[in-house]
């Protein structure tokens, strides 16, 4: 990844995380605080070296020296529970951050041309057949009861659909995937994806994300992909599109733990 592509990924998470435009991100080895007593836990960013910490300032005094190995293995959760007994902390997202600045080669000559849909009707319909979790990946709404840590989504990043959607369609019209980005500070198209259960592990998921990605980058956009750590099927998606793991994401909100 170029460093012009680093530093429009950095500009675009500084201003989500609300830094300056040149606060962080651009030195390795550095963090950046965001002391915000309005949100109720902590958001950890790490890109290209350097990390940001975010959250009530009382929360990033205590994590504000932890490595960030911490946030990732559970250090940081344990460290925020000691300081406030009896009320219990969880990590409501933990993500890696990956991104994608180039094309991908043109479909080969005489290879099937997929069919895609952009109906509101035929995207519900891969929906409806999905298990909550996928759903409430795709239909993320900041502060939603729903989505714990939400209020810590970058701006811009969480809509009620995905916006230029598409559905993958096949020869029997059977509605298998859906895919779509949201454009977060006219800088990064963040996606979404996610395959009806009873057409996984086909290659569907590649097809449609590989479309939703083209588009992106004809917009000038750079695409974001924000994986669950404990998703290796996102993770193996994301690495056969060509996406360069560049850092992760970790939420600790108040709550009783679980495990993941």
């Known amino acids: 990844m170029d460093a012009h592509t680093a530093a429009v990924i950095g500009l675009a998470w500084s ?34 070296g350097a990390s940001a910490l975010r959250g009530p300032g009382r929360l990033v005094d205590v994590a504000a020296q932890l490595p960030s190995a911490a946030f990732l293995d559970g250090t940081a959760v344990a460290a925020v529970a000691e300081d406030q007994p009896g ?8 993500e890696r951050l990956a991104f994608r600045d180039h094309y991908a080669p043109a479909i080969a000559p005489g290879a099937a041309v997929p069919v895609v849909s ?60 859906l895919a779509g980005y949201t454009a977060v500070h006219h800088l990064l198209a963040d996606l979404r994806v996610v395959t009806a259960p009873g057409f996984r592990r086909r290659g569907h998921a590649r097809t449609i994300v590989d479309i939703a990605v083209g588009e992106a980058l004809d917009s000038g956009l750079i695409c974001q992909a924000r994986i669950r750590v404990e998703s290796t099927a996102a993770a193996a998606l994301a690495d056969s599109l060509g996406f360069t793991d560049s850092g992760s994401r970790v939420v600790i909100v108040p709550g009783r733990a679980y495990d993941h």
Do not use: M, Y
């Open 15 to 48: 201003r989500g995380l609300s830094l300056s435009d040149d606060a962080a991100f651009s030195r390795a080895g550095e963090r950046a605080l965001v002391r915000d007593d309005a949100l109720s836990g902590l958001e950890f960013v790490e890109l290209f």
């Open 118 to 177: 952009r109906s509101a009707h035929d995207a519900a319909r891969v929906l409806d057949a999905s298990p909550a979790d996928d759903r409430r990946d795709i239909l993320r709404t900041p502060g939603a009861v729903a989505a714990p840590g939400a209020e810590h989504d970058p701006p811009e990043s969480a809509p009620p659909h995905p916006a230029q959607p598409c559905t993958l369609v096949l020869d029997d019209e059977s509605r298998v995937a």
């Open 87 to 94: 009320t219990g902390t969880r990590t409501a997202a933990r």
